[in-house]
C-alpha cells in the first residue's frame, strides 16, 4: 500500500533526474561556446552559491567575489566535468574549497552567518516578546558554533543549515558517505557540549553578580 509520503518522493526524484540532464545540456552547449548556455547554469546556482558562501564569510563583497571565482573555475574546467554526474556537487565543491582557502590564506576566524540579517528561506522561528533576547541567541550560537573544528562545522552547516543531503556533502567535500554522517553526527555532539558548557558558565556569572 502506497503511503503519503511516496508520492512527494517520487515527484522529487524526477524533478531531481529532470534538473541533472538540463545542467548535462546546458553543459555541452556551453562546452562548445554557447556562452548563453552557461549563463543559464550561472542563474541556476548563483543564488545558493552565494548564500553558501556567507555562511563562512559575512562581508558580501568577498563572498561575491569567491562566487564569481567560483563559476570562473568552473567554466575552464567544464572539459573534466563527467556529465554522468550532477553538476550542483562538483561545483559547490569548488565554492567551498575556494572559500576554505581564501579563510585559511587570510587566517582568518570562520565566522559563520547562522542568523543572517538578510532574507533566508527557513522555518519561521518562535516570536520572541524582548527582540534583545533574540539577538543575544544569536550571538551566543554564534560563538559556540565557532568554536566547533572545521572540517566538522563545514558539515554541520551543509546538512543543517543549508539541508544538502549526505551524499551531496559527501561529494563537495570529496569523502565517503560514511565519514560524512560520522563527522555530522560528532559535530552535532560537540555543538552541544560546548552549548550547555557555555550556558553554564552565563549562569554561574549571573548567580555571582547576584551574589555580590
Known amino acids: 500500500m502506497m503511503t503519503m509520503a511516496e508520492p512527494d518522493i517520487q515527484i522529487d526524484e524526477y524533478m531531481e533526474a529532470d534538473n541533472a540532464a538540463s545542467d548535462a545540456r546546458l553543459v555541452d552547449e556551453a562546452r562548445r561556446g554557447d556562452q548563453q548556455a552557461f549563463g543559464q547554469l550561472v542563474q541556476r546556482y548563483e543564488r545558493r552559491l552565494l548564500r553558501v558562501i556567507m555562511r563562512f564569510i559575512r562581508d558580501r563583497d568577498v563572498a561575491e567575489d569567491l562566487a564569481q571565482e567560483t563559476f570562473l573555475r568552473v567554466y575552464e574546467r567544464l572539459g573534466q566535468f563527467d556529465t554522468s554526474r550532477r553538476l550542483g556537487p562538483w561545483l559547490f565543491r569548488i565554492g567551498v ?5 581564501h579563510l585559511r590564506k587570510h587566517q582568518r576566524r570562520i565566522r559563520w552567518a547562522l542568523f543572517s540579517e538578510r532574507t533566508i528561506e527557513r522555518t519561521p522561528e518562535p516570536e520572541i516578546s524582548d527582540p534583545r533576547e533574540a539577538l543575544d541567541l544569536k550571538q551566543e ?22 539541508n544538502f543531503s549526505t551524499s551531496e556533502i559527501a561529494s563537495i567535500l570529496d569523502r565517503k558517505e560514511a565519514t560524512i554522517r560520522w563527522r555530522l553526527a560528532e559535530a552535532r555532539s560537540m555543538f552541544q557540549r560546548l552549548w550547555v558548557k557555555r550556558m553554564q558558565q552565563s549562569q554561574d556569572s549571573v548567580e555571582d553578580e547576584n551574589e555580590s
Open 97 to 101: 574549497n575556494l572559500t576554505v582557502d
Open 141 to 162: 550560537v554564534q560563538i559556540v558554533i565557532e568554536q566547533v573544528p572545521e572540517k566538522y562545522r563545514t558539515v554541520l552547516v551543509l546538512r543543517d543549515l543549508e
